[in-house]
């Protein structure tokens, strides 16, 4: 990897880029993070059911931003789904079957890395599902959807775009460092070669999915600090919510009913070394 690339890496933005540096980076991200606790409180406080979708190329920084998202807050009230490939018993469900098993129920935040649109791209890009099952997924998805809806259920798409320079960076990065290779999957590679069948796959599936009830939303992710900050922001501005007053906690004091040397106890047990 050139110079060049391994300081864009580390500025989390593609080479000749806007650069946005890790301090600024960590202070608006800081922000942003106060902000999603008090839309969490909300969510629980209200009963509110969100579901937000996470999709994109490989490597366009999915993963990173829900981290983001989510490290700050309650993983019980923002739920990670990020499903594996169906097992034989799924595949002979209704398609939506196995995501609808996870959608939430009041008080939930619920994060799709990935999602029931996998049809209309890497199913359809690499043969998995045929011509038939992609168009009606196609024709039925929006109905499901609007259903959602109507029903309640705050709906937001995400859509992150990778330019195709930044991807090539991002996957070499991935064959050239050990601690990123687990991020390499048997569907990277093929994404490379097939590039312009999945960005058909995108534009059909946003032509058909993309409606006013459920629209999409494109998040550019080339600058994957920008990308991130940009795409919390978006979802705070799309779950109305209020600043709610916390209650006040006072700290109780120790009681000293039946105390004991509770150290002294457990002094012979076995402890981790301490090499740090």
């Known amino acids: 990897m050139s110079k060049a690339s391994k300081a864009a890496a580390q500025n989390g933005s593609p080479e000749n880029g806007k650069s946005l540096k890790r301090k600024d ?12 606790c008090d839309l969490q409180r909300y969510v629980k406080e209200k009963g509110l059911r969100v579901v937000i979708i996470f999709e994109g190329r490989d490597g366009a920084g999915k993963g990173g931003t829900i981290k983001a998202l989510t490290e700050r807050v309650s993983p019980r009230v923002f739920r990670v789904v990020a499903l594996p ?10 398609y939506m079957q196995r995501y609808m098993e996870h959608f939430p129920a009041a008080g939930e935040i619920v994060i799709f890395d990935r999602s029931w649109y996998n049809r209309a791209g890497v199913e359809t890009v690499m043969g998995f599902c045929s011509p038939k099952q992609q168009e009606r ?29 930044e991807q090539k960076r991002r996957f070499e990065q991935r064959i050239e460092d050990p601690v990123r290779q687990w991020k390499l999957s048997p569907m990277d590679l093929p994404s490379r070669s ?23 939303y494109l998040v550019r992710s080339d600058n994957k600090r920008s990308a991130r900050l940009n795409v919390i922001a978006h979802i705070l501005s799309q779950i109305p919510y209020k600043k709610l007053a916390a209650e006040k906690v006072k ?17 012979g047990r076995k402890f981790v070394r301490e090499q740090y």
């Open 137 to 165: 997924f196609l024709e039925l998805c929006p109905q499901v959807e609007k259903f959602m809806v109507e029903g309640g259920t705050i709906l937001i798409k995400l859509w992150l775009e990778v330019s195709n320079k």
């Open 194 to 216: 097939r590039w312009y069948d999945y960005s058909r796959a995108r534009d059909r599936m946003l032509k058909k999915t993309d409606t006013r009830v459920a629209p999409w």
């Open 25 to 36: 980076y960590e202070k608006e991200l800081g922000k942003l993070q106060v902000k999603l």
């Open 85 to 94: 490939a169906p097992s034989d018993r799924e595949k002979s469900q209704i």
């Open 251 to 267: 700290l109780p004091k120790r009681s000293n009913k039946g105390a004991y040397d509770d150290d002294a106890s457990i002094a």
